[in-house]
């Protein structure tokens, strides 16, 4: 809002912009009580000699208030803050309340029109209330050079600090997370509610935005030059400019195609007040005939309810009502009794039924068109406090051991309470056992008195929960649920539930060993964080590892987040969202996103400073190769016209056809054949004909031009008409098999398993151990496709024994073999699990156990066991829904280079940039590693880590008293240092980085690990602030030279910085002083107790504790060198854990140091 040309008596509340102003009228207004002030104001008040503030006190209007229906009258007015100018009114879009702030900083919000007190609090204590904006969750505050959010009971929920030379005025709500700022600064500021912080700047090219609006087209933009810009929704940039008056503009007004301006003209060297208002039409971009009104107008509003009239308000409080393309009359013109004070304020109402006014006396003004008028159309129900309820009791003294409390008063029942259960429901009855399935009674052989039947699988697979203990994860017994030497990934990470898929990627061998030769220069590049995992799930021995990082920069891609693919919290815990949709729509992403990833950069590439970036030359990527398909679009109008346009396809969708026929049947369809019209799709639709000019009913044909090497297909199985087909097609094929084996062939199985086997083999069909094995499956174990010569598409279901003919072209014709199926296991209290059906190839079981030979396992998160291979294609739709299948060419791993090159160099651990913009060199706490310093296997280097706590830890208390872990906490990496462990710098550090966080910190630990509030904002820290992934090459280089890290509890280190590092290459000074079944012994204790050390005194500082793992690892060599034998050192731990004992693990203070020297007395003689 810009006051220039107001009263100037306005000026001790409201800085002028334009000093030029006339200053001829009263210089000043007193905060005390105006002696023009209405005498109703102040009936039955008394004040004080200080002028006490009167909040909130309503006022009665000594006239009767008679409110025509349709017209605008006076219904309330209000005192907010005796003498101190209203600055600034809003109405609440949520709640029937109304919001005003003062020139002191105070707010006060009035609910429905009664104009009763809802909720008062100070704002800010030195700077005036310039704009409120109310969103879903609270209220905004716009002051000077600062952005306050309060809830509606006026508690803070954030502040936002601009710049002390920032001058803010206006403030535009674009969406529920997002602001935009201007002031008298030649930019506007956008800033991210959700993250608190600028999210962009744009610069204006005519500074002082002091008004802004929206439309469905522009931003617009009101400046103290007069001027009116309309600005691009998504850039920002100018797209056109008004020039309205040539002194300054006061307010204006979107509504449909019209722009409405009013504002001040220079005349007579100095500003007046224009009563002639600005009309744009914003359709073709000019001025039309301009509106004279018969009031000076300060503000003005579109108040659009059967026309599109316009509010006129001027600073002594006259209103005029008038339409913005006809004429003004005098008959129109009302008058507000503001008692001879000046109107600073206006606002309208969202259901156009309520105006306020603000004047300069404190006092709010409500207009109506009726008694019972609404804030807004549809609001919430407001929250309001519980009545206090004060108790008639008599005060009880519990000190008095004698009070007997008998003297509490209970009621005496005799009657049955409603919370009783039935008598029928209370005898004590044994609970029964569930009777037996009747299939297994049918199919149960006995042997001697012990019963054998095949799993008939009515009953959902018991899911894993993970129990957490006091130690949260680092106690729990994943082994019991893997005992293979694959690593399994834990599922306790928000958004885990696409684990089934990325091992799906991760034992396809290309694309292993691609990512992992994939490195690139962006900070969240899922690519680079896929061959990052798949190294620890190369190293990993049966550990389960996490996908965090991996996550959190899934969580950062744009485009997952439009597509509806990060989880909210409670969404996964509440089960809300369809899982199989969801992963579907989840392996089309990564699909895309690691294609275009991947072909920016191919090959390995060393990762450089930003100084020293290169590329790779862009081009086709692993990806294309292995799941592309080129796709050949035809539409064709019924005019004749026909429009081919070429795409590339990574996947296909299942299309299944109309399952009922005139009988009310569904017919029996081969799996080959649903997917052939799946490929080779044909449909009609209304699409644009150029040749006829118009939208015509066109044939869209889809034909491929090639075979991908990986076949993809997404089921699409969401609604129950797709599962029925899905159940019917599994007992049509039920019944073909069923078919193929007569009684003789039953009786031969049973009886000569081994010649049944050959049979089979001999037959073309697979060797099942029972019939119930055959249920449920309709997907083939291969396929084969071919493109003729004139590129029609043949599919036909085919069987693993088979091969090709030799007459047959492999150019043209490809098998495929099953090897992933992906299932979402139903549960309907918690929305079921994702799981995962893989065919694991020789590479893998070469590497991990030493054997060739494939097999089907099932990937359930941390639990992986071993299945049949009919287990993996059967789908049972009551628990078991199919949702996404993966056929490989045979032979694929021949077609392709898997080896693998490692791409991170030693010119990572080099110097490069911080993030930090105060960060200097003379607060630099380390020194890089010199070229001649490089670090050679088995080199000591010291580590340690600090943390902050993303999400606070999930837990309930038991009846018993015991807690009971739901969710551990999450931790982010905030701090990595590494000290050089040898050499004449040993104890220096090399590596000493911040690390930079885009999400949310709950709790910095600042006790635990030194790291306070801004260290990691890259605006204010002073620290050399890096990304994680800069961070992690550098430790993973080490890794990979052969290095040994030293430091004291580094399994948790090296946990939640997610890497895997063989044991041989950690020292852990833990487990170096421990006993067997005693605990573990502090960092702290140990170097007080061994090396006379006090460190950790206020906080943690991670090179210091470096240092100290350093020197314990020294002084245990030493302690182990000298000829000392294993009873000797155990001696010394006795003695160190009954010294901890006697000191309850407590390091004593100075004063208390002489009394015990551990080192001086045991040892002395080392």
């Not at 920069?553 to 909210?568: C, D, M, N, V, Y």
């Not at 602030?1025 to 280190?1053: A, M």
């Not at 079944?1077 to 470096?1106: C, N, V």
């Not at 006795?1134 to 203070?1149: A, F, N």
Request: aromatic content about 8%.
């Amino acid at each position: 809002m810009n006051f220039d040309g107001l009263d100037s008596g306005l000026g001790e509340y409201s800085p002028s912009l334009h000093p030029g102003i006339d200053t001829s009228l009263d210089n000043s207004i007193e905060h005390s009580l105006d002696p023009r002030l209405d005498p109703n104001l102040l009936q039955n008040v008394e004040l004080e000699t200080d002028g006490v503030q009167l909040d909130g006190m309503p006022v009665s209007v000594s006239e009767s208030v008679h409110l025509v229906e349709g017209m605008y009258s006076a219904l309330h007015r209000v005192v907010a803050e005796v003498g101190v100018p209203i600055t600034a009114s809003h109405f609440d879009v949520q709640d029937e309340l109304l919001w005003v702030g003062n020139h002191g900083g105070h707010a006060t919000s009035f609910f429905g029109p009664t104009m009763e007190r809802y909720s008062s609090f100070q704002v800010n204590v030195t700077d005036d209330i310039r704009h409120i904006q109310s969103i879903d969750s609270g209220v905004l505050f716009l002051n000077k050079n600062n952005l306050k959010c309060f809830t509606r009971g006026g508690l803070i929920m954030f502040d936002y600090t601009m710049d002390e030379v920032e001058d803010m005025h206006s403030l535009l709500l674009t969406d529920n997370n997002s602001v935009l700022l201007g002031g008298l600064q030649n930019h506007v500021i956008e800033v991210d509610l959700n993250a608190v912080q600028e999210s962009e700047k744009y610069t204006v090219e005519v500074p002082g935005v002091t008004i802004m609006r929206q439309s469905n087209r522009f931003f617009f933009c009101g400046h103290t030059s007069g001027k009116v810009s309309l600005r691009d929704l998504r850039s920002f940039k100018l797209e056109h400019e008004f020039d309205a008056y040539s002194g300054s503009l006061s307010d204006f007004d979107v509504h449909g195609n019209l722009l409405v301006t009013c504002g001040f003209s220079n005349r007579m060297n100095g500003l007046s007040c224009d009563r002639f208002l600005m009309v744009y039409d914003l359709r073709m971009m000019r001025a039309i005939s301009p509106l004279q009104v018969h009031v000076d107008p300060l503000f003005l509003r579109f108040i659009p309810t059967y026309t599109s009239r316009l509010a006129i308000i001027s600073q002594s409080g006259q209103c005029q009502f008038c339409e913005p393309t006809g004429l003004a009359s005098p008959a129109d013109i009302f008058h507000i009794n503001t008692v001879g004070q000046l109107v600073m304020t206006f606002d309208v109402s969202s259901s156009k039924q309520a105006l306020v006014f603000g004047d300069s006396g404190g006092c709010v003004h409500l207009w109506a068109d009726s008694p019972d008028a609404t804030f807004n159309a549809y609001s919430r129900e407001t929250e309001f406090p519980l009545p206090c309820m004060v108790d008639t009791l008599p005060h009880l003294d519990w000190n008095d051991d004698l009070l007997p409390l008998s003297l509490i008063p209970v009621p005496l029942i005799t009657e049955s309470l409603l919370s009783d259960w039935p008598t029928a429901n209370c005898s004590v009855t044994p609970r029964r056992a569930p009777p037996v399935d009747l299939e297994i009674l049918r199919t149960m052989k006995k042997v001697g008195f012990i019963g054998y039947a095949p799993n008939p699988k009515t009953k959902l697979r018991n899911q894993v929960t993970i129990k957490y203990s006091k130690l949260g994860l680092e106690d729990f017994d994943f082994k019991h649920y893997n005992k293979t030497l694959f690593a399994g990934l834990e599922p306790h990470i928000p958004n885990a539930y696409c684990n089934c898929m990325i091992q799906v990627l991760y034992l396809l061998e290309p694309i292993r060993c691609h990512v992992q030769n994939h490195l690139c220069q962006k900070e969240f590049c899922l690519g680079c964080e896929l061959g990052f995992l798949f190294h620890m799930l190369d190293l990993s021995r049966g550990d389960p590892c996490q996908a965090s990082n991996f996550l959190r920069a899934f969580r950062t891609i744009p485009e997952a987040s439009a597509l509806g693919l990060i989880l909210a919290d409670s969404d996964e815990a509440t089960g809300k969202v369809n899982l199989g949709r969801l992963i579907q729509s989840w392996n089309r992403f990564i699909l895309t996103q690691l294609h275009q990833e991947t072909q920016e950069q191919e090959g390995p590439q060393a990762y450089r400073s930003v100084m020293g970036s290169t590329f790779g030359s862009s081009g086709e990527s692993v990806i294309g190769k292995l799941f592309g398909c080129e796709v050949e679009n035809c539409s064709t109008c019924r005019c004749g016209k026909e429009t081919v346009r070429v795409s590339s396809s990574l996947l296909f969708t299942l299309q299944y056809p109309d399952m009922k026929n005139a009988d009310k049947s569904i017919r029996q369809y081969e799996f080959a054949e649903v997917l052939k019209r799946s490929i080779c799709l044909e449909q009609n639709t209304q699409a644009w004909c150029e040749n006829c000019e118009k939208y015509q009913p066109t044939v869209q044909t889809r034909n491929i031009r090639c075979l991908p090497d990986v076949l993809v297909i997404n089921c699409e199985v969401n609604s129950r008409k797709e599962a029925e087909f899905w159940k019917c097609q599994a007992e049509y094929e039920l019944h073909n098999k069923m078919r193929k084996e007569d009684l003789e062939a039953m009786k031969m199985k049973e009886n000569n398993p081994t010649e049944w086997e050959a049979l089979c083999n001999a037959e073309g069909l697979s060797f099942y151990t029972s019939i119930e094995e055959l249920k449920n499956i309709w997907i083939p174990c291969s396929i084969k496709m071919k493109l003729t010569k004139n590129k029609e598409l043949e599919v036909t279901n085919w069987t693993e024994s088979e091969g090709l003919n030799p007459s047959e072209d492999e150019e043209s014709t490809y098998l495929y073999d099953l090897v992933v199926t992906v299932a979402h296991v139903l549960d309907p209290r918690a929305g079921g699990n994702l799981v995962a059906h893989i065919k694991v190839g020789e590479t893998y079981h070469q590497r991990k156990e030493g054997v060739t030979h494939k097999q089907w396992y099932l990937f359930n998160d941390f639990l992986i066991e071993p299945i049949d291979k009919c287990e993996a294609m059967q789908f049972d739709l009551s628990w078991k829904i199919p949702c996404i299948l993966y056929y490989a060419r045979r032979n694929l791993n021949s077609k392709y280079d898997l080896t693998i090159k490692n791409p991170i160099e030693a010119s990572v651990l080099l110097a490069e940039a911080s993030l930090a913009r105060k960060q200097r060199k003379c607060h630099a706490t380390f020194i890089p590693l010199m070229l001649d310093e490089m670090p050679q296997p088995s080199d000591l280097v010291g580590l340690d880590a600090e943390f902050v706590t993303l999400n606070q830890e999930e837990a309930e208390l038991r009846s018993d008293g015991t807690k009971s872990t739901i969710k551990p906490s999450q931790m982010s990496v905030a701090r990595i240092t590494c000290v050089r462990g040898q050499g004449p710098n040993e104890g220096v550090p090399f590596i000493d980085d911040y690390i930079s966080t885009q999400e949310q910190v709950v709790d910095y630990l600042t006790q635990y690990s030194g790291i306070k509030p801004g260290d990691l904002d890259a605006k204010i820290s002073s620290k050399h602030l890096t990304t994680l992934k800069s961070t992690y090459l550098k430790l993973r280089f080490l890794i990979d030279v052969g290095v040994k890290f030293v430091g004291h509890g580094l399994q948790k280190d090296f946990r939640v910085i997610n890497l895997m590092i063989p044991k041989e290459q950690v020292i852990d000074t833990v487990y170096l002083f421990h006993m067997p079944r005693k605990r573990m012994i502090s960092l702290r204790f140990l170097a007080w107790y061994f090396l006379e050390l006090k460190i950790q005194g206020e906080t943690h500082d991670s090179i210091e504790d470096a240092r100290t793992a350093l020197q314990l690892y020294r002084k245990y060599l030493k302690l182990t060198k000298h000829g000392i034998d294993v009873d000797e050192f155990r001696k010394i731990l006795k003695g160190l854990y009954e010294k901890g004992r006697k000191m309850d693990w407590k390091v004593p203070e100075p004063e208390g140091e002489v009394q015990n020297s551990p080192k001086s007395t045991q040892f002395s003689h080392l």
